[in-house]
């Protein structure tokens, strides 16, 4: 069975849901760990006073049993703090009594950089609210509580993943200037087997996978595995990781690949790169148009962050994690945690030379 993960959940809904299916039997999970994750993304240079609102913590409503996985679907739920003052605009039936709180009127200024217009013009919504919500990056939260329990799974063969800002924008200048800055953002995973992923197709292809899902994540742009695109100026002579091998194993001396070769990981750390855009909700707005009347407008103003990268290395962390924990266990499977464990070993010990 594959790891999966499908989620549900409007920023000022009641809730963000996630159902992870495909997790062995008898993972131990610690209801601690998830939630230091949930705060850690909230934490961060540059957000916006949502985050004071918010405190994040993860309910499980089915798949747990004593703090440990039954082999079924794990249902998580992180509750919206900020519904309370969005119930009549953000109820998921039609609301009762006067309209009051966020959320009552209509919004038909689309902000650049965001999915407002073509949400809005792709489900032939006429209030854009019912596209910005789902685009929000809010949902980020369920892919944190998701990605503590996919790194849960890795830690069992010695897998950990991190998440780092690289490069980020003046927050202090943007925010006085009432704009916004982007950055980006580095995950490493250490403890990684030669041989997740497969060349065979481009589906199978780790780096496509990691790719993928970074890209996904709300206002990433790029990605780069590895040295990226350095590698594109550099002599074969030089952007290559020659091979060596000592009384120990193989061994490389540099790791130009970000640990990927052939969409294939071959033992060496995996490093990805994801740039982020500059959250395209401004305070001084960029040129929109009314959708209701057609004429130049300014684009919706609404509290937002400043920056949100220290919240995407986290998110980040994350995404790599489940989608190794995924790799990992279509490598290794097993419906008890012992299993996945055991058959991690018995491949260690076949691939001798490259254990470490
Ligand atoms: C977001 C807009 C802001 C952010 C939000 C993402 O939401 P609000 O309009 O409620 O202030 O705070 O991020 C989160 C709520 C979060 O928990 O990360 C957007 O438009 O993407």
Redesign the pocket.
């Given at each position: 069975m594959t790891l999966k993960l499908a989620t549900a959940g409007e920023?000022?809904g009641p809730a963000l849901v996630g159902i992870l299916s495909g997790l062995p039997a008898g993972l131990v999970l610690d209801r601690e760990a998830i939630d230091a994750d949930l705060a850690r993304?909230?934490q961060g240079y540059g957000?916006?006073?949502?985050?004071q609102?918010?405190q994040?913590r993860v309910e499980v409503l089915a798949g747990l049993r004593h703090g440990r996985t039954l082999g079924t679907p794990l249902a998580l739920v992180v509750h919206?703090r900020?519904h309370k003052n969005w119930e009549w605009g953000m109820s998921p039936w039609p609301p009762e009594g006067e309209p009051s709180g966020k959320g009552t009127k209509p919004v038909t200024l689309p902000?650049p950089g965001?999915a407002d217009l073509a949400g809005t013009l792709k489900y032939g919504f006429a209030d854009t609210r019912d596209a910005?919500e789902r685009?929000?990056?809010?949902?980020?939260?369920i892919s944190v509580a998701a990605g503590a329990v996919a790194k849960a799974l890795l830690r069992e063969i010695g897998i950990e993943v991190s998440g780092v800002v690289v490069e980020m924008g003046d927050v202090d200048e943007a925010k006085a200037d009432r704009d916004t800055v982007g950055g980006v953002v580095e995950a490493r995973a250490r403890g990684i087997p030669p041989g997740l992923g497969s060349y065979a197709t481009k589906e199978d292809r780790l780096d496509a996978r990691l790719a993928a899902a970074l890209v996904g994540i709300?206002?990433v742009k790029g990605v780069e595995i590895g040295a990226g695109f350095e590698l594109a100026g550099q002599r074969g002579s030089e952007a290559h990781d020659e091979i060596f091998k000592d009384e120990r194993g193989l061994y490389r001396k540099t790791n130009r690949a970000g640990g990927i070769e052939g969409g294939v990981s071959n033992g060496e750390e995996i490093v990805v790169r994801a740039a982020m855009k500059p959250?395209?909700?401004l305070m001084r707005p960029l040129q929109s148009v009314d959708l209701e009347t057609g004429e130049p407008a300014e684009a919706l103003v609404?509290?937002?962050?400043v920056a949100?990268v220290e919240?995407l290395s986290v998110v980040a962390e994350a995404s790599v994690s489940f989608e190794l924990a995924r790799a990992a266990h279509e490598k290794f499977g097993g419906d008890a945690i012992g299993d996945f464990v055991a058959a991690h070993s018995a491949y260690l010990e076949r691939i001798p030379w490259t254990a470490r």
């Open positions: 920023s000022h993304r909230q957000r916006s006073p949502r985050q609102l918010e994040d919206n900020d902000r965001h910005l685009a929000s990056a809010r949902q980020t939260a709300q206002a959250l395209p909700t609404e509290r937002s962050d949100a919240a």
